[in-house]
């Protein structure tokens, strides 16, 4: 299948203050894939992950989603097909009940009353929140908020799911059940974290960003356990493949 | 008060508001109703009405007895808007003096009548309205708004003011703590700093309200907020409905205290 493509072409992109943030950028990510997106603070990760729905456009080169690329008319249509899960989770639930923050998605997609309701249940079902349902997002715990982001961007059933640190602020147990989530998702997936752990664990394959380009792409199993270029990264050897 | 209680407090408001009583389960839009009405009626008085505004404390009682509300927070909670209202009236003894009534040979003015019916007035406005915060949830209060035909874009407003105080409060507190752990004594507490500090809230908030639109747009956020119809409206509420005008009418057009004192006085002689 091609539809679930994404792939990055030459991408450049400067901030409006003068830095550079991305530095042609190429990589193709095929359907099903999954996919860690590592590197140093500062390197370009989260610049890299906005411009997969078109929040952020590039200066120069070319995005593809499915068989569509990405420019200013064809945003609404990729904002459906990719699912973007933040970073902090408050950013991200903004409405005020956490039936209501799910619904968003589905209701401004025009769909009927009966079937937001389905779509609703089922994506807070999969994320095990569904008696949360009625809560407002400030009396949740952090663990709780991130469960209910997702299930918000599950709920617009993607294509592609794209991750920004989803393990940030978790504790182990809500960690470890975030990564048996991640598991049985079959979408492609591209997930941005300094986790390298959960990057080894959900992602067969690894990309690593360096001041703004592609540093390495390969087999995660490969990439993490190369010392040598993770410690030029500014990372270090996941935690489950030291040995001392 | 330290900010961290204030903060607790308003939490408060907002707990009270999951009760489970007659006067939670009523329909919001039917509650934003009576409000207004009761509002309006209560300020459509005169302003040297006293006797005939006692009447209407009944409601407020009623919602803080059926609606199990501790009276005492509700009360503090007044006190600390009510210098608004003082401020109003504190001048209307010093330029109203026309004596209304002399009572044991004390002259009251009318400065002193209308100064009391505006404290009246502010009594059972805000507590009506504080009342109404805390038995119906916010959010529920906002979807009735819309449904009842207020603008999209003010509605909008509120939702995300009540979203967003909480994790504005909890950002301001975190500032306020990482302040005083490192200022010791005196030091770092003055002006110059508090006033960076706003200027570090107000950038962080800016970043924030980017980061929302975005999410915002991530899905799909075309400039309308949607929403489901969660209520429908039943007989209970229809029938608190029709009560409720029926005693604003009433309580509006006949003198009631008067009555009642005629009544007692009839009694005595």
Same mark, same amino acid.
């Given at each position: 299948m091609s539809h679930h493509i994404v792939e990055f072409k030459d991408v450049f $992109? #400067?901030? %409006?203050?003068?830095?550079q943030a991305l530095g042609g950028i190429n990589f193709r990510i095929t359907h099903g894939e999954s996919v860690g997106v590592v590197g140093a603070n500062? @390197?370009?990760?989260?610049?890299?992950?906005? /411009?997969?729905?078109?929040? !952020?456009? &590039?200066?120069?080169?070319?995005?593809?989603?499915?068989?569509l690329r990405l420019t200013k008319r064809t945003r609404q249509e990729i904002r459906r097909k990719v699912g973007i899960v933040f970073q902090n989770p408050d950013d991200q639930l903004f409405m005020p009940t956490v039936f209501d923050d799910v619904a968003f998605g589905p209701l401004n997609l025009g769909m009927d009353e009966a079937s937001v309701r389905e779509r609703v249940n089922k994506a807070l079902c999969m994320v095990n929140s569904l008696a949360l349902r009625d809560k407002p997002p400030h009396h949740l715990s952090c663990g709780q908020k991130s469960a209910v *982001?997702? @299930? *918000?961007?599950?709920?617009?059933? &993607?294509? =592609?799911? *794209?991750?920004?640190? %989803? @393990?940030?602020n978790l504790d182990p147990k809500s960690r470890r059940s975030l990564i048996t989530l991640l598991k049985t998702f079959k979408h492609s997936k591209i997930i941005a974290s300094h986790d390298l752990d959960l990057i080894l664990d959900v992602c067969g394959r690894c990309i690593v960003i360096g001041d703004g380009v592609v540093v390495a792409d390969g087999p995660s199993s490969e990439i993490l356990s190369d010392r040598a270029l993770l410690e030029e990264n500014s990372l270090e050897l996941p935690l489950s493949l030291q040995r001392r | 008060?330290?900010?961290?209680?204030?903060?607790?407090? =308003?939490?408060?408001?907002? #707990?009270?508001?999951?009760?489970?009583?007659?006067? /939670?389960r009523l329909d919001p839009r039917a509650k934003v109703i009576g409000t207004m009405l009761f509002l309006l009626t209560v300020v459509s008085f005169s302003k040297y009405e006293i006797a005939? !505004?006692?009447?209407?404390?009944?409601?407020?009682m009623l919602l803080v007895t059926v609606g199990e509300i501790p009276v005492r927070f509700i009360i503090k909670k007044m006190i600390v808007v009510s210098p608004f209202a003082i401020f109003i009236g504190i001048f209307n003894p010093i330029l109203d003096t026309r004596t209304a009534a002399v009572i044991l040979g004390v002259s009251v003015s009318t400065g002193w009548v209308s100064f009391l019916?505006? !404290? !009246?007035? $502010?009594?059972?406005? =805000?507590?009506?309205?504080?009342?109404?915060? *805390?038995?119906?949830?916010?959010?529920?209060?906002c979807h009735a708004l819309r449904r009842l035909g207020f603008p999209a874009l003010f509605v909008s407003q509120l939702l995300f003011l009540y979203r967003y105080l909480f994790v504005l409060m909890e950002e301001t507190m975190r500032i306020i703590r990482a302040r005083d752990m490192r200022s010791f004594g005196k030091r770092g507490t003055g002006l110059r700093v508090f006033v960076r500090l706003i200027g570090i809230l107000f950038l962080r908030t800016v970043d924030r309200a980017e980061r929302i639109?975005?999410?915002?747009?991530? #899905?799909? $956020? @075309?400039?309308?907020? &949607?929403?489901l119809k969660r209520s429908r409206m039943v007989l209970r509420d229809l029938a608190y409905l029709s009560v409720m005008i029926a005693c604003?009418?009433?309580? #509006?057009?006949? &003198?009631i205290t008067e009555g009642i004192g005629r009544r007692v006085q009839e009694l005595l002689r």
């Open positions: $992109f #400067r901030y %409006p203050d003068g830095t500062g @390197a370009g990760k989260s610049t890299l992950l906005q /411009h997969m729905n078109g929040y !952020l456009m &590039p200066a120069s080169g070319t995005v593809t989603i499915g068989d *982001a997702i @299930a *918000a961007v599950m709920a617009m059933e &993607p294509d =592609i799911l *794209a991750m920004d640190e %989803p @393990a940030a | 008060m330290t900010f961290d209680e204030k903060y607790f407090d =308003i939490g408060r408001l907002d #707990r009270l508001s999951y009760g489970e009583t007659f006067v /939670h005939a !505004l006692a009447p209407f404390f009944l409601y407020p019916s505006i !404290l !009246l007035k $502010f009594t059972l406005t =805000i507590s009506v309205a504080l009342l109404l915060i *805390a038995t119906t949830s916010f959010s529920g209060v639109y975005y999410a915002m747009l991530s #899905r799909g $956020f @075309a400039g309308d907020m &949607p929403a604003l009418w009433v309580f #509006r057009f006949f &003198p």
